[in-house]
């Protein structure tokens, strides 16, 4: 398989192995119009370096997301994008300084940060981000990314490296202008929006509703209405090869060449007999196969790969200008259609989205109108670095909630709730020590999850982290005192387990016991893994 290379991959390639790992901290919940601290919400808004915000979302979400939409940067050069497309924001040179290793100068690093080419930048930015994204993805989600010309084909390689060329899906290409451009010898009208699942053959793609609008019913066909379809489809099986007889001309009709008919000369000759095979308006035309509305509704559409139906930048920008009472407050807003489109074919009521580079937070704003037009309990997790988080991205959200617009134009809200956090402390300092500052429970959480990959629940047996497939878990550890797993220790275990596994800062049994018992002993800090 072929794959890309670029100054500074070497150095980033298990970059996301050694983000560190730090908790969120809930900040609010917005509900019922107003913020809260009563209740927490499913559905999250970050603010934080998404890097470390999507490995913060770990312990709770690794292999649960149905479905992630991203629009990063697209690296045009143009310093006035919202996301600094050169990556000279300063959290992201940081990142860069620190993953290459470059001194304050620069000037003994191996490869300076000042060194790097526009497109290499970008994908040391990205890569380590779409590897902690593939490991949110669950067993059947899918992932749809937007791009334009300038990384769309660096970007189609990378994700053939981390997802597999296998789970490509398709390129949809989404029409986002309409007008003519006069700055370039050609007017640019299109973005990618690349779709790779996490394993093909777990996912696929649902069928978007039938348009109601393409049946009808001239004939009033007790069956209701319907639509001629062609008789023929692609490619050539000799079985589906037989010659049709228009009864009204004699003329005899065979498959035009590449392709066969659509079914058996059987089913055809039962489908003839059910008044369901029509030769045209005037009766001297091919053959076409009557389907009914109640038939199509089951089946639905497969979506196609051309999207010029679901609104333009231009369009996205007025929803936002409605939103936020005539003032432009963001530069590039995706519309609402355009998400809503890639949630209706790749959801389902239940599921769990995810938007790492949130902008305007168009994603929940879809999340929450698809709720509302079926009934859906899909729940949103956006995460936005720049400080415009809490002032646009949740406040947009908010508005979306309670409802917006004018009194001559209202828009009736949605309805749901959010909380809002702020990335908080690593777990572990810099001397590799526990972080006692974010408190034993959420030490505890991720012990467990490093161990158990699900979610940590409080147990009531002091040090227990839990139990599953039979092995207990326990985590001895004070925070004003060292810990050592003796006999005195396990005499006042409750929990019976066919194995144990406890952590502690020192160990004083023997290995027979430990044997007989089926004790594995972990060393605090030395064996929490890290990830």
């Not at 919940?29 to 559905?43: D, I, K, L």
């Not at 370096?49 to 999507?54: G, I, M, Q, V």
């Not at 990384?151 to 007008?179: M, P, Y």
């Not at 720049?386 to 209202?410: F, S, W």
Request: with cysteine; glycine share 6%.
């Amino acid at each position: 398989m072929p794959t890309l290379n670029w100054i500074g991959k070497d150095k980033v390639i298990n970059h996301h192995q050694d983000v560190p790992y730090k908790v969120l901290e809930q900040q609010y919940t917005y509900s019922n119009g107003s913020e809260t601290n009563t209740f927490v919400s499913e559905n999250k808004i970050i603010h934080g370096d998404n890097l470390e915000a999507l490995k913060s979302l770990l312990p709770q979400y690794e292999g649960k997301i149905k479905c992630i939409y991203i629009d990063p940067p697209y690296n045009t050069g143009n310093e006035g994008w919202v996301y600094n497309d050169n990556v000279n924001d300063p959290k992201i040179k940081k990142w860069l300084e620190a993953t290459l290793k470059a001194k304050e100068n620069f000037t003994d690093a191996s490869i300076g940060v000042d060194d790097l080419a526009r497109h290499d930048k970008w994908l040391c930015m990205m890569y380590p981000r779409l590897k902690l994204l593939h490991k949110l993805l669950a067993h059947d989600g899918v992932i749809f990314i937007s791009i334009d010309d300038n990384e769309q084909a660096n970007l189609k390689l990378i994700c053939d490296e981390i997802f597999g060329i296998n789970n490509f899906v398709t390129d949809f290409i989404w029409n986002h202008r309409k007008s003519s451009q006069n700055d370039i010898d050609y007017s640019l009208s299109h973005n990618h929006t690349l779709c790779y699942s996490k394993n093909r053959t777990a996912f696929r793609l649902n069928p978007l509703p039938i348009v109601e609008s393409k049946f009808s019913n001239p004939d009033n066909d007790p069956r209701g209405a319907w639509v001629a379809d062609p008789m023929d489809a692609p490619n050539v099986r000799t079985n589906l090869e037989y010659e049709i007889l228009n009864p009204n001309t004699g003329e005899i009709f065979l498959p035009p060449k590449g392709r066969h008919w659509r079914f058996t000369k059987e089913k055809y000759d039962i489908a003839f007999k059910e008044n369901r095979i029509l030769f045209g308006k005037t009766g001297k035309s091919k053959p076409q196969y009557k389907r009914f509305l109640s038939e199509a509704e089951i089946k639905g559409v497969n979506p196609f790969t051309i999207w010029s139906e679901l609104g333009t930048a231009t369009d996205a920008t007025k929803e936002l200008i409605q939103i936020f009472d005539g003032e432009k407050i963001f530069q590039t807003p995706k519309p609402v259609s355009l998400i809503n489109r890639i949630l209706e074919i790749s959801t389902n009521k239940n599921s769990i989205i995810l938007d790492s580079f949130a902008g305007s937070g168009t994603t929940a704003h879809a999340v929450l109108n698809l709720n509302k037009q079926d009934g859906g309990n899909r729940k949103f997790i956006l995460i936005e670095m720049e400080d415009y988080a809490n002032t646009i991205t949740a406040e947009r959200v908010k508005r979306v909630i309670k409802g917006y617009g004018t009194e001559a134009k209202p828009i009736e809200g949605t309805g749901g709730d959010f909380s809002f956090y702020e990335l908080g402390e690593p777990i572990f300092l810099e001397n590799d020590l526990l972080n006692e500052a974010i408190g034993i429970e959420r030490i505890n959480e991720y012990v467990w999850f490093s161990e158990t990959k699900s979610n940590y629940i409080k147990q009531n047996e002091q040090y227990l982290l839990g139990v599953k497939e039979q092995t207990a878990y326990y985590f001895y550890y004070d925070k004003d005192a060292m810990t050592t797993l003796d006999e005195s220790f396990l005499r006042k275990l409750k929990t019976k387990a066919e194995q144990y596994i406890i952590y502690a800062d020192n160990c004083l049994l023997d290995e027979k016991l430990m044997s007989k018992y089926h004790i594995i002993f972990k060393k605090i800090p030395r064996d929490i893994t890290r990830f």
